[in-house]
């Protein structure tokens, strides 16, 4: 090692004082939301992050998915009435259980009930006997991408920079007893402006 | 789960080196910090989002607005404001190095090399850039930069003698 490599290892060990944490407060408090984005939107980072949404879990924990998925059911029933298979009732590919649940549905009494059921002429009390046996349903948000789309204008304010993310928010309803899995997803984007100071 | 955002692993890694050429850029020491947070500030809004922006973008913001604040008559209003602090280089490193007598008179040397010399060998010993980068930073030809780097080093070699070993400043020099 010569003399100016040897110069250039002392320099370089010699290190510079680091900046003071009110320093690093006053940086943060300037950055503002720009800071946190790189953070929350990063697959790589927490990729546990993307499969959680506590809003939208407390959202899907509430009961009423359980009545959507009944309701599901219950549109559904409400086809076969038109079929002639279903109508002789000779079609002994339809599985027992299946005819025993729509039972309920197409008897005389499913005219529209007082009561407080989120769907017609469903009563809440045959909505809960649909219900039983399903496990909480399982909310997830799947972050699929984003794209810079660039600078834009805005009329009267300051240019901002756009960013575009997609997800994707998918419900998941198991009934374990019957072996019945209902899976929902639905995309969904977000737009996010950065407002920018000029130079 | 707890998450930290990522420019702050980001500024843990180079907050320090930008300060240090900041200081030298800036026309008042007090300007330093200043200049850091708000080149920052604005190449992270542009970039940050992609988790990783490349150091020479700061070093070249911080540069530009140090020629704009000196000019800037509303800058000056803000200095005036603020209590004026001299800082000597050595003051810019970890204060147990001034103990020994080797590296505090190599500060020094840095200390006394002309500004376009000191600035440029600020950026490639401290903040590890290549000479491209710091040519496109300080909007300089590849072959000035790397002249102005050799000349630098040329001065320290001769200012500060080997002889100069590593011991506590004040120590006698065993003979």
């Known amino acids: ?199 | 789960m707890k998450t930290e955002p990522i420019w702050k692993a980001w500024f843990a890694k180079h907050g320090a080196k930008l300060l240090l050429f900041a200081r030298q850029q800036a026309r008042y020491p007090d300007d330093a910090e200043d200049l850091v947070q708000e080149a920052f500030v604005r190449i992270w809004r542009l970039y940050g989002h992609t988790g990783e922006v490349s150091p020479t973008l700061v070093y070249r913001a911080i540069r530009r607005l140090a020629i704009d604040w000196a000019r800037s008559l509303d800058r000056r209003k803000v200095r005036e404001k603020k209590v004026y602090t001299e800082s000597s280089f050595v003051d810019l490193f970890d204060r147990s190095l001034e103990k020994d007598e080797r590296r505090t008179a190599l500060l020094n040397a840095v200390e006394r090399l002309p500004p376009e010399q000191k600035e440029v060998l600020t950026l490639k010993i401290w903040a590890e850039l290549t000479f491209d980068e710091i040519a496109r930073t300080l909007d300089l030809s590849h072959n000035t930069v790397a002249s102005r780097y050799r000349y630098a080093l040329g001065k320290l070699k001769e200012w500060v003698p080997v002889s100069l070993e590593d011991r506590p400043a004040g120590k006698p020099r065993n003979s």
């Open chain 1, 1 to 199: 090692m010569n003399e100016i490599e040897q110069l250039e290892k002392e320099l370089e060990s010699l290190r510079p004082k680091e900046p003071t944490a009110d320093f690093e407060n006053r940086v943060e408090e300037a950055l503002g939301d720009s800071g946190q984005l790189a953070v929350s939107r990063l697959p790589e980072l927490e990729p546990e992050s993307r499969c959680v949404s506590a809003p939208r879990g407390n959202l899907f924990s509430i009961p009423v998915f359980f009545l959507l998925g009944s309701a599901a059911l219950v549109a559904l029933i409400f086809s076969f009435p038109s079929s002639p298979s279903f109508k002789s009732g000779t079609d002994t590919s339809v599985p027992a259980d299946t005819i025993e649940l729509t039972a309920p549905v197409v008897a005389q009494d499913s005219l529209p009930v007082a009561d407080d059921s989120p769907i017609n002429g469903v009563s809440t009390e045959q909505l809960s006997a649909m219900s039983a046996g399903w496990n909480e349903p399982q909310a997830q948000e799947i972050f699929l991408d984003f794209s810079d789309e660039g600078i834009v204008e805005r009329p009267g304010m300051n240019p901002a920079r756009r960013y575009r993310y997609h997800f994707l928010d998918e419900t998941i309803w198991v009934n374990p007893e019957t072996n019945t899995l209902i899976r929902s997803s639905v995309p969904r984007k977000e737009t996010l402006l950065i407002g920018l100071d000029p130079f």
